[in-house]
């Protein structure tokens, strides 16, 4: 029994990585939007992410002042927030009734941009942090011993550390693009609106649509492996 349902599996796998090829190569109108509207909603939430995280995540990583160690403490332990208990808390602001109600962002991309990007901010700050303390103490001690200034050294320091920064944003992206709670909770899945690829996965798994989902999740997960593996080869050459 156990070795039929492995051989059921494994049928099933090649068959999703059969579909993947069919429907990369047709083109099917609705994968091709699920896909781009995917890497809208995580490109914009990493980059709004981005803007607030790695100024946080470098000040956190270079400067010591009050509260450093709370505030470290507290987007460390954002890291492993359920994204369903993000979603369900951004859907009670944002509902009707919620305090945001009025802006009527429920069901919009809008909606989901914010809750990835809420939820990518913690991996941001931390691993910028950790990547400027790495390179910090050293590289800006013979920055100011060279003569630099309190922002050029800053500065000095960033660049150092801009390989394992690339990655963390690769890894928000990354995280962003896979994630399911928020995406459903705040998008409702609707088909030429918020349908992205997770929701797509999840909907058509819940059909019976095996080989589909696992087609779905073939693209999925290439998209991220050669974005993984470009930001590898940049960081190789940022180090080179």
Known sequence: MIGEACSRMALDILEGLRRAVELILSG?????????????VSGAATFLASILGLPIG?????????GRRLLRGFFNALLGIPTVGLGLILYLILSRSGPLGALRMLYTPSAMILGQALLVLPILVSFTANAVENVE????DLSKTLGASELQASLTVFREALPSVSLAV????????????????????????????TTTIAMEATRGNIELSIALTII?????????????????????
Request: proline share 3%.
């Open 28 to 40: 099917d109108p609705s994968v091709l939007d699920a896909t781009l509207r995917s890497l809208y």
């Open 58 to 66: 470098m000040m956190i990583g270079s400067r010591e002042f009050p």
């Open 137 to 140: 103490r050293e590289i800006k």
């Open 170 to 197: 690769i890894a928000g992206f990354n995280r962003a693009l896979a994630e399911l709670g928020v995406a459903l909770m705040l998008g409702g899945n609707i088909a030429g609106l918020t349908r992205v690829l």
């Open 220 to 240: 999925l997960l290439s998209i991220v492996f050669v974005l993984s593996s470009a930001a590898n080869v940049l960081k190789e050459k940022l180090e080179g």
